[in-house]
């Protein structure tokens, strides 16, 4: 039996402090890690500024944030906007458009996976 388990935290769970602005970024994950949780899902939508187009700036410097707290980078939760434009719903190849951005992105800032 293996007992070297990892065990990682979604940053939704630290979605009041980050909302109220009692964490930051940086915050959420400084205190990820002393609560001693090793990989980390991020709630894109919540959490990247100005997803759903995040600059590639931004995503590297989250590269380093996870590297200086010593977090694993799990899972990029990606959200499909229905309701990106004012005027109709997104069609097809929109969507299509959106979750391969969010494949680039969470690549980008070295994310192995991705959830919708």
């Keep these: 039996?293996?007992?070297?388990?990892?065990?990682?935290?979604?940053?939704?769970?630290?979605?009041?402090?980050?909302?109220?602005?009692?964490?930051?970024?940086?915050?959420?994950?400084?205190?990820?890690?002393?609560?001693?949780?090793?990989?980390?899902?991020?709630?894109?939508?919540?959490m990247v500024p100005d997803y759903p187009f995040p600059s590639d700036e931004w995503l590297y410097n989250l590269r380093g944030l996870l590297e200086k707290y010593e977090l694993e980078p799990v899972c990029w939760s990606a959200y499909i906007d229905m309701g990106t434009r004012s005027d109709r719903d997104m069609n097809e190849e929109e969507?299509?458009?959106?979750?391969l951005n969010d494949?680039?992105?969470?690549?980008k800032a070295g994310f192995p996976m991705v959830r919708t």
């Design 95 to 99: 969507i299509i458009q959106c979750t």
């Design 1 to 46: 039996m293996n007992t070297d388990i990892k065990i990682g935290v979604s940053l939704y769970s630290l979605s009041t402090e980050f909302i109220h602005g009692t964490l930051d970024l940086e915050g959420c994950l400084k205190a990820v890690h002393d609560m001693g949780y090793k990989g980390i899902e991020l709630v894109a939508a919540q």
């Design 103 to 107: 494949l680039v992105y969470a690549k």
